[in-house]
């Protein structure tokens, strides 16, 4: 994954990674990869990637430039080491078939700033930032905290070694991290924050400090854990959503007003603006109120030398002076912005080049990322951004903005799609409006989904309270179900859970926008089998936003529903395409496993090989989807020949990945995927859930969903299943004789 270090002699080693210690505040590996990562830049480059990633403090340029004067023997030896390891590469991998958009074995990896800073804020996140969420969440439970985003406190004047400031200082250590993420990501004149209890409020740049109250309110107790109160927790939630709102669009404005007023791809141009610019041509720069002024003021100073000409001898004087200290008049002060302004032009050109050269090394790269853009709908936007806005292009395209996702993400334990945005915390996004999302995938899908073309009006995220409204909304639109579905046989009533069904929220009608299902396409299903599906269901209890504890819902478990709707799925998919063998099962939560070829006859036995436990990531399920491998050439380049892929997917709650799940959807042409969400009666977050699902859905018409909550009418559920699985409307007679028993041969 790393390049491939440029070894120098241990001391030296040594030497630079305790320099670099004293300003990255990280661990001996992290520091280690740094300095690897850095080797592999050409000297020409080294002073850019460093002050990228330490700043301009006058301790990092002593770093940077003994850092650019090495020895020119630990260059030497750095070179000879790399070309051996790079010839042990080249011939490994001769035996290995390599996909048709793979760079060549022998070429070192593309890094940057923010590429850097995201490989080792992913290995804090797989270690420290694992041990800190653990022990919050042993916090939370021990001191009855039910809201995920509410953190324990207990303010003291002393030294305290309670377990919740022992979490604090735990989280404290990773501001070593913090820092670095920041310089690689932040803007041009935007400063590092974070929440630091140790770091005095006064001293401290964290706005939310000073403008937000805290969900515990005021006048808690200091010789105890505080208690959240519902009062308290609304207020900080509207604080937090009327910050958020004003600082993004303070920070778009700002980054806005910084972009380049010449065009930095004109070198005429350029050219021409500087060949001009003289303090003679620098008043005629000015805008017309300013040269009315200046001549104002020339014509009073005339008139005064005129009638006096000791007044006009002081003014020379007074002009020499000035001069001798270095005072720029207003004429020259404009030619040294201009001069500045162009030269900036330049090098932020020279940036970007060399950002596309390194990134996008070769035609097959560049046509893969081409063919990416075209299918998302953002060729116009990014080429735009290009022309007109380059300071935020190159910051977006060192993120990655602007080509496929990595396949090896999946499997990682972090990866720059999962990192956490905390705005409170100080933990940054990557696009000037970063507060409000929860993480880098959810940032990144909605940039996309604002900037493709055919897109109308801005598609925001709802903040937590309009979130919240309308999920309420939603639960309050639930009906009946129709009766014509009611079966004696649906898992709520074989297990006499609660008598009836539970209301359900209808939903939308019907809409074909893929071709029908043909004997060619591929079917197979994604089963969520995360720890929560074994879970006895339950249903929060709120205080206004708060949740004081919960209730035991009555209804069957999560993994008896999915079992009952994957067995009428298949049977009614075996007398609708007369396929009796069964298909593809996979499972999914924090690995995947294939488990075989499902029909009505083994289904039984093959769900005794399921185990469930886990977390809920729908990427590894989606990574190890045969039909991708089995197509891997044609669907990578997105080709017309790659047969449709028809997905269905069942979830129980929302997938920690499932909004970078969404961002590899969007580039398809070859899959439609069917979701089927199974909730909680009487729990607004399933139908939070279910409202991003449809949002989704309105915009990339390759994804449909459905959902249940409570006692569930499996017929139903079914029937809408197979209108969007199959691409058509089906009948309620065709449904029927889809439901009978599959009529299956010995031979089968």
């Known amino acids: ?187 041009p004149g935007e400063k590092a924050y974070n929440d630091n209890y140790q770091t005095p409020t006064i001293f401290s740049n964290n706005p939310y400090r000073r403008r937000v109250v805290s969900p515990y309110g005021y006048y808690q107790p200091a010789w105890g854990p505080q208690k959240p109160n519902p009062d308290g927790h609304a207020s900080s939630i509207h604080q937090t959503i009327q910050l958020n709102n004003t600082l993004n669009r303070e920070a778009h404005g700002k980054i806005d007003a910084k972009e380049s007023k010449v065009n930095i791809w004109d070198d005429s141009k350029l050219n021409v603006a500087m060949s001009n610019m003289t303090p003679a041509t620098a008043g005629d720069q000015k805008q017309p109120a300013e040269r009315a002024s200046d001549e104002k003021r020339q014509s009073i100073s005339v008139h005064l030398r005129n009638d006096n000409t000791e007044t006009s001898t002081k003014s020379s004087k007074l002009a020499s002076f000035r001069k001798f200290l270095g005072i720029k008049s207003s004429e020259e002060n404009a030619v040294a912005k201009t001069t500045r302004e162009i030269a900036h032009a330049r090098e932020l050109r020279n940036a970007i080049l060399a950002e596309e050269q390194d990134r996008w090394p070769d035609e097959q790269w560049r046509q893969v990322v081409a063919v990416y853009q075209e299918k998302v709908g953002m060729t116009r936007k990014i080429a735009h951004l290009r022309a007109r806005q380059p300071i935020q292009y190159l910051h977006l395209f060192r993120a990655g903005y602007f080509e496929l996702i990595p396949v090896s993400w999946a499997g990682a334990a972090s990866n720059p799609l999962k990192f956490s945005i905390e705005a409170a915390a100080g933990w940054r996004g990557i696009t000037p409006m970063w507060r409000g999302y929860e993480d880098t995938a959810e940032e990144r899908l909605y940039w996309v989904l604002n900037h493709r073309e055919g897109s109308v009006g801005m598609r925001m995220k709802p903040d937590f309270i309009s979130a919240m409204d309308m999920a309420r909304a939603r639960m309050a639109s639930a009906v009946e179900p129709p009766p014509e579905y009611y079966s004696v046989n649906d898992t709520c009533h074989l297990q006499h859970t609660s008598p009836g069904y539970s209301k359900q929220v209808m939903p939308a009608p019907f809409r074909a926008y893929d071709r029908p299902a043909v004997p060619a396409d591929d079917t197979m299903i994604l089963l969520d089998v995360s720890g929560s599906m074994d879970f006895n269901p339950v249903r929060p209890n709120y205080n206004k936003y708060l949740i004081t504890g919960y209730s035991r819902s009555t209804q069957p478990k999560n993994k008896d529903v999915a079992k009952a709707i994957v067995r009428r799925f298949t049977d009614a998919m075996a007398n609708h395409d007369h396929n009796f063998r069964g298909y593809d099962l996979i499972t999914f939560s924090s690995q995947a496993h294939y488990i075989g070829m499902i029909n009505h006859q083994n289904l039984d036995a093959m769900w005794r090989n399921i185990r469930i436990g886990g977390g809920t990531r729908v990427m590894t399920g989606w990574q190890k989807d045969l039909h991708f491998q089995k197509h891997s050439a044609s669907a990578i380049t997105i080709c017309p020949e790659t047969p449709m892929l028809r997905l269905l997917l069942l979830l129980d709650g929302e997938a920690t990945d499932m909004d970078e799940f969404e961002l590899d959807l969007l580039g398809l042409s070859w899959a439609h995927v069917t979701i089927f969400l199974i909730g909680v009666d009487g729990w607004p977050h399933h139908h939070r859930h279910a409202n991003e699902l449809q949002r989704i859905s309105d915009v990339n018409h390759h994804v449909s969903f459905i959902d249940a909550q409570g006692n569930n009418p499996e017929r139903f559920i079914t029937h809408e299943l197979l209108k969007r699985y199959l691409g058509y409307e089906i009948s309620m007679s065709e449904f029927e004789q889809m439901e009978e028993l599959p009529p299956y041969s010995v031979s089968a």
């Open 1 to 187: 994954m790393f390049a491939t270090p440029h070894r120098r002699p241990f001391s030296t080693l040594s030497a630079t990674r305790y320099r670099l210690s004293k300003l990255l505040p990280l661990d001996e590996e992290s520091l280690k990869q740094i300095i690897v990562y850095t080797d592999a830049h050409p000297d020409a480059r080294t002073d850019q990637h460093l002050r990228g990633l330490l700043g301009d403090s006058p301790q990092a340029l002593e770093f940077i430039t003994s850092f650019k004067h090495r020895s020119a023997a630990a260059v030497a030896e750095s070179k000879q080491a790399s070309d051996s390891k790079d010839s042990e590469r080249v011939n490994d991998s001769k035996d290995k078939e390599l996909p048709a958009y793979a760079p060549p074995s022998h070429r070192r990896p593309h890094t940057n700033p923010v590429i850097e800073a995201g490989h080792i804020r992913a290995r804090d996140e797989s270690t420290n930032f694992l041990a800190m969420q653990n022990l919050l969440q042993s916090l939370q439970i021990q001191y009855g905290i039910y809201n995920s985003e509410i953190e324990p406190e207990h303010d003291t004047d002393y030294y305290c070694d309670c377990p919740i400031h022992n979490y604090m200082r735990l989280k404290s250590s990773r501001s070593g991290v913090q820092d670095m993420w920041s310089r690689a990501v932040m803007y």
